[in-house]
């Protein structure tokens, strides 16, 4: 997939950008190691507890059609506990229809993911571009060392080059914070929940006089477990994870306005043109993909954009007199 006709930041980011650092002597972002720390250790207890009401939940479905159900249960919840830490990343760009672009295919931005992640102190994530016009984002994986980032082709046609870096650093932020492996469980065991009811009511399938037993059980399940897969993604996401990933990203990237500026591109876009995402996968996104769509509040886990917006602007105003530098260990 050839990209670059549609990235706006055509110039070879090897050198020194408006961001305020030089990427060939920039150090390491420190930022705060106890909230980086703290963070980490809420997210795992988080990951634990998923797991733990998915499997209850599985189990209890399983249980009420008997011994046989029970065993069913049980393998569904081994198979979803492992596929979830080892492939949920995989699901999730899958979902989103994301494909992978070589450094070949897409130098600009590749550039930009590496300078930005030696910044970070973060290894190196795969790179996706997602075919859809609506600008937005996400980081995948089950740790750093085994992590994605996901831009939408409406993303790289919209912003510029100061605002495009803010929206990757904020996706590294929630690498660096390890929210991506919580993240990605929650948005496969959510579709899971969900596509279990759909496959319910088509196997039981109808006729013209009424339709089947089964196929009557899926939709009142559909009505039990919609509720419970949104509950289940706003028991794991937290909204206090994307005003600590927009903190931490304007670090990185070393502007706060630069993010500021392309949240309210994003609010814009995503008004105008919500995306063809799975719900399942919409806490995900660094804004909500699915504004203006009925159910959208349902799975609704980010906070205000405006709110977003005002925060990085006071933090711009605050470190106006004391920019980040480009070797400075910002703290």
Known sequence: MNTEHNFNAQ???????????????????AGNFATTKSFSTMNNLKTFALLAAMTAILLGFGSMFGRNGLMIGLFFTVAMNLGGYWFSDKIALAMSGAKEVAPA??????QMVEALCARAGLPKPRVYVIPENAPNAFATGRNP????V????GLLQMLSREELEGV?????AHIKHRDILISSIAAMMAGALTHMTYMMMWFGGGDDEGGSPIGLVGMILSMILAPIAAGLIQMAISRSREYEADRLGAEICGNPRSLADALRKLEAGAQSMPMHADPATAHMYIVNPL???????LFATHPPTAERVR??????????????GATTVIR
């Open 168 to 172: 990757v650093a904020h996706e590294l």
């Open 105 to 110: 295919d897409a130098p600009h931005l590749h």
């Open 145 to 148: 060392k085994h992590s994605a």
């Open 11 to 29: 110039q070879n980011l090897n050198g020194s950008s408006k961001t305020g650092f030089d990427t060939s002597t920039s150090a390491p972002v």
């Open 311 to 324: 925060r990085l602007e006071t933090m711009a105003a605050e470190r106006g007199a004391n920019p980040f």
């Open 150 to 153: 996901a831009v939408t082709q």
């Open 291 to 297: 504004k203006g769509v009925n159910f959208a509040k």
